[in-house]
């Protein structure tokens, strides 16, 4: 079984950036496909990106393309998230979540197929 802990969510203003980290303990991720997720209040969790077990492959919502970047270092049991350009819609607390994936190149962008995730960190996007 694999914890998950997320840091580096805060307060920021439109336009800054923010780099959101995922340690896990437990086991070595190598052997987890891994997303971020994120909820706002009153809303459903949402899927912003997800990276395959080698790292190789990616795939984001059309809301992170291009402004977020989700990457891994299974050395450190990590997982990283950088957003830039951040928006107030961006605001929502953010989960990391891991799930054993027996492809290396899988990609899994449904929440419902992770069974190990964090607590949430938060993020907030001033105007």
């Known amino acids: 079984q694999v914890q998950l802990v997320e840091s580096g969510g805060g307060l920021v203003q439109a336009g800054g950036s923010l780099r959101l980290s995922c340690a896990a303990s437990?086991?070595?991720?190598?052997?987890?496909?891994m997303g971020w997720f994120r909820q706002a209040p009153g809303k459903e969790r949402d899927f912003v990106a997800a990276?395959?077990?080698?790292?190789?492959?990616?795939n984001y919502a059309d809301s992170a393309k291009g402004r977020f970047t989700i990457s891994r270092d299974n050395a450190k049991n990590t997982l990283l998230l950088q957003m830039n350009s951040l928006k107030p819609d961006d605001t929502a607390v953010y989960y990391c979540?891991?799930?054993?994936?027996?492809?290396?190149?899988?990609?899994?962008?449904?929440?419902?197929?992770?069974?190990?995730w964090g607590q949430g960190t938060q993020v907030a996007v001033s105007s």
């Open positions: 979540a891991a799930v054993t994936a027996r492809i290396a190149t899988s990609v899994i962008f449904n929440w419902y197929q992770y069974n190990y």
């Open positions: 437990g086991r070595t991720l190598n052997s987890y496909a």
């Open positions: 990276i395959s077990r080698s790292g190789g492959n990616t």
